[in-house]
């Protein structure tokens, strides 16, 4: 019986080769699997006597053709193509916020100095000065839209990483479930392979969304730290939850010990860079864009004057989040530092006009403060603040004008101990850029336009002489003499006394506190950031505010040079580039970056590639074998049936001739 016994270990082993390769075949392209090998041993042979008798063959084990180092190069490569690939997609959802054709903000923003090139030409042109208000409109919405865009993307992001995140704990309470599986087939002594692939299919699976370690421990089971936090301990495992730190940032740690995961690469880790680096990065340069274009068009808006002249009344644009807290701590977009504000005041009935100083110090006052003082201090101009809005609103008494525009006291304030009877009247447009007081005193005694050489010497209020004006034989009383910086001064017929002498300001920086801007007095945008700046609805209401002078006389478009000036100045980037400059700084940075995303794309198909290639040559099915497996165990099975038809037939005969 020997015999039979051997002939049927043949087929059984014939009919489980045939089965093994069927499988592989069935299996070739299935993802994750592992080509399996029928190991062929004789089985334990027969004693009979002193001989040892051979008792077939049998499948001993059922291997996977495995390489655990590619597989775990693939899972890294995994992972590190999965970080790239997500990074390309936002980033260049990101480019597009910010690199929008004719719509970028750097675009807009040429159109408006282009347009106020134009309206140098032609500044009382109604049309031009409302096609500079539209192309300011234009920068806010380019602003606003990418602002929005941006933060668009962020709340996506947000979604993408709660969504990974929920992802991730589903595969590792799977990869949990099935550590079980296996190490009860393995108890059992079975050879658990597909289970294994399947185990092998959710780590790739994994890798896609995190940086993924495994290390096997008994009974083919795994344990699995996810971007440093252990997850998957046999067949335990443990789930990861999202958060947010102080500064906004997205926190992801264990349910269970609170570790936070770091490093995270995958999908997770390229939402959460892009999503707390790259966007943030973006967002604040184009918030930075926003108000420094506010800030500086603003400055010089604030400090000038439209066709129509002063002001009667002006409302600001800026609230404070309380009016009576200090103004370093009341919620102002652009807070105000130490400094003065300069309130220029006209009798619109003789022209005579006034320059009073107003110390700011945003440490000590607060915006009820700030109207106090205006209102106390500034003769003909009252200042007071709405409680709802928090805003500052100024109105000048009837027959008055008021403005910030600087420049010189019409009426110098006279010291004529002396008794110096001439009246001193200054005028001109202070060209300086720094805050001064000129000093006019008489070395000597005379009549005006008659004594020789009858001099005035003037000096600055560090004392130090800056010139001299002749006003006697030869000057003409009450006509204007050029001092220096742009600055007149004119002296009525009457006698000068020598040592008196007269003094007038002479402002070249009105607003130094910045508390124009801060409040949004007659200034050129309201709104703090790229998401809220818009233009003042005063300009929009009245072009003709756009401050194109410093005098408000018709033909001054001093104002306006500087404003056409904002095109070449060096206000970003630390005093090192301008407007257009940054703007194409931002659109190079985003495309240089999505650039070097897309190489390593392309790098990452190709060493993917060649990993796959390898884990086929050695793990995948090659049907051409297969196939020859078949027949391999197909000849062995009619060998095996064969032998066993013989040794019945001998077995029959020996029957028989009994």
Request: overall charge negative; glycine content about 12%; aromatic content about 4%.
């Amino acid at each position: 019986m020997l015999d039979l016994t051997i002939g049927l270990s043949a087929l059984q082993a014939a009919q489980q080769g045939l089965a093994i390769a069927g499988n592989n075949l069935a299996n070739a392209s299935t993802p994750g699997y592992h080509r399996q090998i029928a190991s062929l041993a004789d089985r334990t042979p027969t004693q009979i006597g002193t001989l040892n008798f051979g008792s077939g063959v049998s499948v001993a084990d059922i291997q996977r053709a495995v390489s655990t180092q590619l597989d775990a190069s693939l899972s890294s490569q995994t992972s590190q193509s999965s970080f790239v690939d997500t990074s390309l997609l936002s980033s260049t959802q990101v480019e597009q916020a910010i690199s929008t054709g004719t719509y970028s903000p750097g675009t807009q923003l040429d159109k408006l100095l282009n347009a106020l090139q134009t309206l140098s030409s032609s500044p009382g042109n109604g049309a031009t000065r409302q096609a500079v208000v539209s192309s300011a409109a234009s920068v806010a919405n380019a602003l606003n839209m990418a602002s929005s865009d941006l933060r668009k993307i962020q709340n996506g992001l947000d979604g993408s990483i709660s969504g990974v995140v929920n992802q991730i704990n589903s595969l590792t309470t799977r990869i949990a479930s099935l550590n079980l599986q296996i190490a009860n087939q393995v108890n059992q002594g079975a050879s658990p392979n597909d289970l294994l692939d399947q185990q092998g299919q959710l780590v790739n699976k994994l890798a896609e969304l995190a940086s993924v370690q495994v290390q096997n421990t008994s009974n083919g089971q795994i344990s699995v730290v996810v971007s440093g936090v252990l997850l998957v301990a046999d067949g335990q495992s443990r789930s990861l939850v999202t958060g947010a730190d102080s500064s906004g940032n997205t926190t992801v740690s264990s349910s269970e010990t609170g570790t936070a995961v770091t490093n995270a690469g995958g999908q997770l880790g390229a939402l959460i860079s892009q999503r707390d680096t790259l966007l943030p990065d973006f967002q604040n340069r184009i918030d930075a864009l926003a108000r420094q274009i506010a800030s500086s068009f603003d400055k010089l808006q604030s400090t000038g004057l439209g066709g129509s002249g002063g002001f009667t009344q002006l409302n600001g644009q800026r609230g404070a989040s309380s009016a009576t807290a200090t103004l370093n701590a009341a919620g102002l977009g652009f807070p105000p530092q130490v400094g003065s504000l300069f309130v220029g005041v006209t009798n619109t009935a003789t022209g005579q006009r006034t320059v009073t100083e107003i110390p700011i110090d945003p440490q000590t006052q607060s915006l009820t403060d700030v109207a106090n003082a205006i209102s106390g201090t500034v003769s003909n101009v009252q200042a007071f603040v709405n409680g709802q809005s928090k805003t500052l609103s100024l109105t000048a008494s009837p027959g008055y004008t008021f403005d910030f525009t600087g420049g010189v006291n019409s009426s110098p304030v006279t010291t004529f101990a002396g008794g110096s009877t001439t009246t001193p009247t200054a005028g001109g447009v202070y060209t300086g850029t720094g805050n001064d007081n000129y000093t006019f005193t008489f070395p000597s005694s005379g009549t005006i336009g008659v004594t020789p050489n009858l001099q005035a010497q003037v000096t600055d209020k560090s004392g130090a002489v800056i010139g001299t004006v002749n006003v006697g034989q030869g000057y003409i009383a009450g006509q204007p003499i050029n001092v220096a910086n742009g600055v007149t001064v004119s002296l009525a017929a009457g006698n000068a006394v020598a040592g008196d002498s007269f003094t007038t300001p002479v402002v070249g920086n009105p607003d130094s506190a910045g508390l124009l801007s801060a409040l949004g007095l007659n200034t050129f945008f309201s709104g703090s950031d790229a998401g809220s700046l818009s233009v003042n609805k005063d300009l929009v209401a009245d072009p003709g505010r756009i401050a194109t002078s410093r005098t408000g006389q018709p033909g001054d478009t001093s104002n306006l040079q500087r404003l056409v000036a904002l095109g070449t100045a060096t206000v970003l980037g630390n005093g090192k580039q301008t407007f257009g400059q940054f703007s194409n700084q931002l659109v190079s940075d985003i495309g240089s970056n999505v650039q070097s995303l897309t190489d390593q794309q392309s790098t990452n198909k190709l060493l993917t590639s060649n990993i796959q290639s390898q884990q086929q040559s050695l793990s995948g099915v090659n049907t051409d074998e297969e196939l020859a497996n078949v027949l391999k165990f197909q000849h062995m099975y009619e060998l095996a049936g064969k032998y066993i038809s013989t040794v019945n037939s001998a077995i029959q005969q020996l029957i028989n001739s009994i």
